[in-house]
């Protein structure tokens, strides 16, 4: 069992920079996948970038080139730089665990068994 929450959400200038943590708990922290997601209003959940227990980094394409993905398994942390952002990236941003831990592209809902509770990210014009 993994229990994530995520911090760091706020309101930020289009433009600006926001970074995101998400604490794990669990002794198995490293043995897992993890990634982010966000969801706008009104909009599907969709994938936003993940991280294999060995670092290896995957992005989606709306946010490639301006978000880092990162973790640290001596804090059972992963995070999220964000960079460069835009109004459009204005979502709550949800934490996941994947127990496949080496595949690179997992970008599926459903491939993530635990799930923080999200943390709000708006971006202002």
């Known amino acids: 069992q993994v229990q994530l929450v995520e911090s760091g959400g706020g309101l930020v200038q289009a433009g600006g920079s926001l970074k995101l943590s998400c604490a794990a708990s669990?002794?198995?922290?490293?043995?897992?996948?993890m990634a982010w997601f966000r969801q706008a209003p009104g909009k599907e959940r969709e994938f936003a970038a993940r991280?294999?227990?060995?670092?290896?980094?995957y992005y989606g394409d709306s946010v490639k080139g301006r978000f880092t993905i990162s973790r640290d398994n001596t804090k059972n942390e992963v995070y999220l730089q964000m960079s460069s952002l835009k109004p459009e990236d204005t979502a709550v941003y949800y934490c996941a665990a994947d127990q496949v831990s080496g595949t690179i592209v997992r970008t599926t809902i459903r491939q993530y068994v635990y799930w923080g509770q999200g943390t709000q990210v708006t971006v202002s014009s």
């Open positions: 991280i294999t227990w060995s670092g290896g980094t």
């Open positions: 669990g002794r198995t922290f490293s043995a897992y996948a």
